[in-house]
């Protein structure tokens, strides 16, 4: 009997203490430095968003996206381009762009083979991509935020791997003659066209910029049949010693915002003559200045992802064992 009582009295207590911790209100646990997360929200509120994005060293955990409008947005889980490989080289790697969205990368190790191929070329000189967490950069180019766009150097590779000095310093050939409006004979050559060409027919480049000297004489050997791939080569300030070769937003980036398509016809009517105007011939853009447009931008300027993409942890699957400062 007393036993029937103990369990009776047992199970009164349970359904007594399960009701009462149904009624509880569970308050979430405070931050573990609210002061600490509270500064850094106002200085990445104060700060621009290029020094936000700059001082990040790796990329962030997450699946690779790339994350609003290509003058405007961030790239999530980007992965790096090695800095060697059998027929490419990075330069100016201390500057830490070579990162992307994967489509980029396997991009261009397709490409870097194909352009040898076509030039003669040993291979091909890479310059800048995206920072590890694009978003805007402090100099050099309004664009290359989220991971898609690339420049590539009117400069073979040589066939040694070069130190890092030399990655540092070496400056790539200026195409375009001194008066802005033609190609510099002395040493424009058919395997500059080869490089041009070869990009643009890649089906997954929205566009590949140059210089409008450059565009120009492409319109003047171009033949009926050029018409496809000449649509995507575009007129740009400066681009006399590289191209700019910009993907298509992947498919696996949603917020990834596409650029309007390139007019029908190859670019070489009237449009094109706009660029030899003289105010825009006296146009100087120093490669070491920020864009206007990128040094205004801050944190809320971009995409609201971004925040997390700022914010996220590391990668640790990114953090290089070897010396970066040294080719690979």
């Known amino acids: 009997m007393y036993g029937n009582v103990a369990v009776v009295t047992a199970l009164s207590v349970a359904l ?29 509120k104060s700060k621009p968003a290029m020094v936000l994005f700059s001082e990040k060293q790796l990329p962030s955990l997450g699946r690779a996206m790339a994350i609003g409008y290509y003058p405007r947005g961030c790239l999530q889980g980007g992965i790096e381009l090695p800095t060697t490989g059998p027929s490419w080289q990075v330069m100016r790697v201390s500057r830490n762009r070579y990162w992307g969205h994967p489509e980029l990368v396997n991009f261009l190790e397709r490409f870097a083979p194909l352009a040898a191929k076509a030039t003669g070329w040993k291979g091909i000189l890479i ?3 995206a920072q590890p967490r694009g978003g805007p950069l402090p100099f050099g180019h ?6 898609l766009d690339v420049d590539i150097w009117f400069m073979p590779m040589p066939d040694r791997v070069l130190s890092a ?21 002395k040493i424009w050559s058919s ?43 575009r007129p740009w300030y400066g681009h006399a010693d590289h191209i700019h070769v910009r993907l298509k937003c992947p498919t696996d980036s949603p917020d990834c915002r596409a650029q309007p398509a390139v007019p029908v016809g190859d670019g070489c009517d009237k449009s094109l003559t706009h660029w030899f105007t003289d105010w825009i011939l006296r146009l100087k853009i120093p490669d070491a200045s920020p864009s206007p447009s990128a040094k205004g931008l801050t944190l809320k ?26 080719p690979r």
């Not at 399960?18 to 308050?27: F, Q």
């Not at 405070?30 to 106002?42: F, I, Q, V, Y």
């Not at 309004?142 to 991971?147: A, L, R």
């Not at 300027?301 to 040294?326: F, I, K, M, Y």
């Open 191 to 233: 395997a500059d066209v080869a490089f041009i060409r070869t990009a643009a027919e890649q089906p997954e480049v929205e566009r590949v910029l140059v210089n409008a000297a450059i565009k120009k004489e492409l319109c003047r050997i171009k033949s009926k049949n050029d018409e496809f791939w000449m649509s995507k080569v």
């Open 142 to 147: 309004k664009s290359h935020q989220i991971g």
């Open 16 to 44: 007594t203490c399960a009701a009462a911790a149904k009624s509880i209100v569970r308050v979430p646990l405070p931050p573990s430095n609210p002061l600490k997360n509270t500064e850094e929200e106002k200085q990445q």
């Open 127 to 129: 310059g800048d991509m």
């Open 301 to 326: 300027d971009l995409p609201p992802a971004c925040a997390a993409v700022l914010n996220a942890p590391a990668n640790p699957g990114s953090a290089a064992t070897d010396d970066r400062s040294e």
């Open 165 to 185: 000095k030399e990655r540092e310093n070496i400056l790539a050939p200026n195409l375009v003659a001194a008066d802005g409006k033609h190609i510099n004979d």
